[in-house]
């Protein structure tokens, strides 16, 4: 259940920080001190280094093989 809990607070809080733009505040938020084209640019970042480490493991296994 904590889990389950931590998953969800998060999905929220990065949610929030993507759609921060929207809210258009004129104040800095100290929640997010990151700026959101991060909230954009970090998975695709992460999506392109597991794709790239699947990748190598595929291939070192088919090249021992």
Known sequence: MFKLTLVVLAF??????????????DGACLL???PSKYAVLLPIILLLFGVLLVGTFIGVLLMGG
């Open 12 to 25: 929220i809080y990065y949610t929030t920080w993507l759609l921060l733009p929207v809210f258009n505040l």
């Open 32 to 34: 997010f001190p990151i």
